[in-house]
């Protein structure tokens, strides 16, 4: 026997040769120019090839499809007239998407049929191309719940469940829904978790769903570069002041401040309220209800500015952060990277503005040790007020008293919002994120119209039920 050597891509160290891909594979890989593989696809290729579940850190654009497109294929029977894989994506856009390149990396093998199960779209035709036979679904939760309660889809010969974009899913409320598909799919199937963050509710879905996941990260393309940091020099009885200075100067959207105390936050916060500012403030000890309350109105971009302590901001994970404030200091340097690194995510530039006084100085200068970098210090009274009027952040919370108790999902919010029944239909940019809780559901809404969808919610149905909603503002909380 002769070793092949002529396989595609044999020769090369990334080449996509030496996984444990069939010929017919390879070669449509070569066709569509993937020469090698793409870091996130090196990572996690061999692992999910050889069966083992897998959590990896991945954004859009790295390759990640294909990275579990390809493991699923292999383990189809295109003879096998029954979903065998199936992947859950946060929206429609996403799951069009993925089936585009599912079927491109399927065309290799026989007809494989890949079915899109989204909402907005008739169940009707849906069915019928489950009935006529699907090898892969791709979907959003919410619809594919519908299919599965309705009996048009079933999961027995189901051997990979993938979800992609799963902290988005997360933020949008579909815990829930992921968890019933989860249950549904045969215990001994393999499970692939993607995603750019890991919010708290990753893990809960590992220990739940997974079996022994591997974990694969990729050394995101570094932002530390876009993250401009800044010093200013300040005494004990300016600190905090300079806060509501440094706000007014940048105008950034959302802001994290990081205080070293529980006492400094409830000050701050205080200080902030009364200058007229959108904050709110995160420590141990809130309990749940307040804490989701504060997470939900931070990360829609209703509240501008959270004030939290290093404990409490653990497992906090937002995208948008246009700064990050070091009220205080920290002491130990590698929380002060930690910190500053919340902002200037996925290529955005960052802003990290740090306050020191006198006696701050030394751990300012461990900080520049370890970062290996001179600190830029810029005087006070550059701070000059910038833009017009007071700085309020671009959306509102809107809070509806039912939650998961009452079966919401975010879809249902959304239609009773986007339908033009008991008050104007909004259009999907004039609403933000929808978050279901236990008993109550977060929706944010544009500054603008947050009064009239607020009564559009109260006059209208969700759900087929009536709802009591109301604006949520900064003071309601905590
Ligand atoms: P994704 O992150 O999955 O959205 O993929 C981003 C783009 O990269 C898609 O257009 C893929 O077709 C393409 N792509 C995926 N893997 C490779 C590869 N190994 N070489 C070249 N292009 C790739």
């Given amino acids: 026997m002769t070793l092949n050597n002529t396989a595609p891509g044999a020769s090369r160290p990334n080449g996509f040769a030496a996984l444990a891909l069939s010929p017919a594979t390879l070669s449509n890989l070569q066709q569509l120019g993937y020469a090698d593989m793409t870091p996130i696809q090196a990572a996690s290729l061999p692992i999910a090839l050889a069966g083992q579940d897998l959590i990896a850190q991945a954004q859009t654009g790295s390759g990640k499809t294909a990275a579990f497109a390809l493991a699923l294929l292999a383990k189809l029977n295109p003879r096998w007239f029954a979903v065998q894989a199936m992947v859950l994506c946060p929206t429609r856009e996403l799951a069009d998407q993925v089936t585009v390149e599912i079927r491109r990396l399927a065309r290799a093998e026989e007809n494989i049929k890949v079915v899109t199960l989204c909402g907005g779209i008739a169940l009707r035709g849906q069915r019928a191309s489950l009935e006529n036979g699907a090898h892969v679904v791709v979907g959003t939760p919410g619809r594919i719940m519908d299919h599965l309660e309705r009996g048009y889809l079933t999961l027995e010969g189901l051997n990979t469940l993938v979800l992609d974009e799963a902290d988005r899913m997360l933020d949008m409320g579909f815990f829930d829904d992921i968890a019933k598909v989860a249950k549904q799919c045969p215990a001994n199937r393999q499970t692939l978790l993607f995603s750019a963050t890991y919010p708290e509710g990753i893990e809960k879905l590992a220990k739940q769903f997974m079996r022994d996941p591997q974990r694969v990260e990729v050394a995101a393309p570094k932002s530390e570069s876009l993250i401009e940091q800044r010093f200013y020099e300040v005494t004990r009885t300016t600190r905090l002041q300079t806060v509501g200075e440094l706000l007014r100067h940048f105008r950034p959207v959302s802001t994290l401040a990081f205080c070293n105390t529980k006492q400094q936050c409830k000050e701050l916060v205080t200080l902030l309220q009364a ?204």
């Fill in 275 to 478: 200058d007229g500012f959108q904050a709110l403030a995160l420590y141990g000890e809130l309990e749940q209800r307040e804490r989701d309350q504060v997470l939900a109105q931070f990360a829609n971009r209703s509240c501008s500015v959270l004030v939290a302590t290093d404990v409490a901001s653990r497992g906090l994970d937002i995208n948008q952060l246009e700064a990050v404030i070091n009220v205080d200091i920290t002491p130990d340097p590698e929380v002060h990277v930690h910190r500053i690194g919340r902002t200037g995510r996925a290529g955005a530039s960052g802003l990290a503005l740090s306050l020191a006084a006198m006696n701050d100085m030394g751990a300012v200068g461990k900080i520049e040790q370890y970062q290996n970098q001179a600190s830029v210090w810029h005087k006070l009274d550059e701070l000059t007020p910038t833009g017009k009027g007071a700085l309020l952040p671009p959306m509102v919370t809107l809070q509806i008293l039912g939650g998961r108790k009452e079966k919401i999902r975010p879809g249902d919010v959304l239609g009773a919002l986007t339908n033009d029944e008991g008050g104007p239909a909004y259009t999907r940019e004039q609403i933000g994120k929808i978050q279901v809780t236990e008993f109550c559901t977060f929706v944010a809404v544009s500054r603008d119209v947050a009064k009239a969808a607020c009564a559009k919610l109260n006059a209208g149905r969700v759900k087929g039920k009536s709802v009591r909603a109301r604006i949520l503002t900064v003071t309601d909380s905590v």
